[in-house]
């Protein structure tokens, strides 16, 4: 039996990628779902974005959200029947489908698993939610502190004696959402080359934030975790893990675990010879040593401390911003940030020797390829006309022409 893949090999792929010649089809949603799709189509998959009629804005013309570059953008009605068919059409060429919808929509729209594989037996259905497909909350809304709270790993941060800090929205939507929904999907498709059956991926943001804190259950097991939060070995607890401000009001963060590493940091703030000073694991003493580090560290600024330990296996660096990242001389060494359709943004990563990723392009703006797209994915020229005039399918009138949507930006070891 031939997949999606093999069916449509001859058309054109993308330049490079270990992905190149995979065929995603993202029905639009938020935050963890396109993330696992910017991930598949920087690796080379080629991305279309179903998005809703409604959101095509004639008077936008540019998208300034990453997590929807690299792929193109179908404006479709779901309501309207032939939009949900359109849908089901695209899911026969497809290899993957992704959607975030509450359980049960998809299958109301006429798109769910059963709808599309229907047509097309391979197809791997990834499907992102908080709850999940099944459980008492599986139905009910929430965010990202939400998950992260019940699987356990929001309470792991923060200081002892503050309420627990969300972690931005890093370890429900990205680390335990869309990372998890990615690699769910790649294993489903190799798992797919033995059976030759596509399957359901059920990613679920609680699921994964739970799955990041599995070391920390080895940790409590062996009696190495029994303190509250903020008051253990890798919570900001130990003295030597932990952030400092420094004499600009800025941070640098401490890490040195092992002996040899604590005393490079020692000696970098003159304090190795210092008779007085409390032994490293010396636990009952850490407030002590918590703050003659602090008092040490405020005599310098924060680049001044890089510098002291820049070539040092001490574990200290400078607490960056996301925005000020890019100029640190290790990230610009490795292209770790780049441009792309103006604005700069996180690289593709991880790196291939062979087969590089690559930015594959700009974010679209709803609707903006819905022509070309259902020429390019088999719709007939003439059904496509009348799709668009039906309106279960809108253009936007922005093609996109003219964006730098052709520049690409490597991952290769070049970089």
Known sequence: MSTPRQRHASRKQPACGPLAGLRVLEIASMAPAPFACTLLADLGAEVLRVDRASDVAPETYRSTDPLARGRRSIAVDLKHPDGAALVRRLAGTADVLVEGFRPGVAERLGIG???????????????????GQNGPLAP?????????????????????????VPPVNLVGDFGGGGMLLAVGILAALYERERSG?????????????????????????????????????????????????????????????EEKFYAQLLAGLGLAEDPDLPAQYDRARWPELRQRLAAAFKGRTRDEWTAVFDDTDACVAPVLSPWEAH??????????????????????????????GEIQGPPPVPGQDSRSALVDWGVDVHEGDRLLASAAVVQHPYTGENTGANTRESTGEKR
């Open 327 to 356: 100029n640190h001389q290790h990230n610009a060494a490795r292209s770790v940030f780049t441009e792309s359709g103006g604005m700069r943004q996180p690289a593709p990563a991880p790196r291939f020797e062979r087969t590089p």
């Open 113 to 131: 698993p059963e709808d599309c594989r229907a047509v097309n037996p391979l197809l791997v259905y990834g499907r992102m939610t908080g709850w």
């Open 197 to 257: 059956r596509g399957q359901v991926v059920d990613a679920a943001m609680v699921d994964g934030a739970a799955l990041l804190t599995t070391a920390l259950h080895g940790l409590r097991a062996a009696g190495q975790w029994q303190g509250g939060r903020g008051e253990n070995l890798l919570d900001g607890g130990a003295p030597f893990y932990t952030t400092y401000e420094t004499a600009d009001g800025g941070y640098v963060a401490v890490g040195p675990l």
């Open 140 to 164: 009910r809304a929430g965010h990202d502190i939400t998950y992260a709270a019940v699987s356990g790993a929001l309470g792991l941060i923060g200081p002892h004696d503050r309420p627990p």
